[in-house]
């Protein structure tokens, strides 16, 4: 990740509202999260939370899938491991006995399960 994108990810997370938004949507990864049910829990207008989400796709942090009439949103969970790597990446001075866990658990994501299945 470039340090471009690194400030805009971390730009659109320095917000509550979004950082709420972003961490629900994380929560729901596997089936999404309908834009209108996402203003429900968070208790924001719809209009609101839009700007939100759009703020959020721009940094790459979330996807919108049209679905008949609604926007199902998911995380994009590579962008976000990414901005984490790219924060960890100098981690202890490149000292591995420190950092090499949680560097190569960034690498190196498991495999998320299927939508489908």
């Known amino acids: 990740m470039e340090q471009k994108s690194a400030i805009l990810a971390l730009g659109a997370l320095a917000q509550e ?20 049910e ?4 968070l208790g924001v207008p719809q209009n609101t939370l839009s700007a939100h989400l759009a703020i959020l796709a721009r940094a790459g942090l979330v996807v919108g899938e049209r679905q008949s009439r609604s926007i199902i949103y998911r995380a994009n969970l590579e962008t976000f491991r990414a901005l984490a790597l790219f924060m960890v990446q100098d981690c202890c001075g490149g000292s591995d006995q420190l950092c090499a866990p949680l560097l190569d658990g960034l690498r190196s994501p498991t495999k998320r399960k299927s939508r489908a299945g």
């Open 17 to 36: 509202t979004r950082l709420d938004t972003f961490r629900l949507v994380v929560k729901s990864e596997l089936e999404g999260v309908p834009a209108g």
């Open 38 to 41: 996402l203003a429900r829990a």
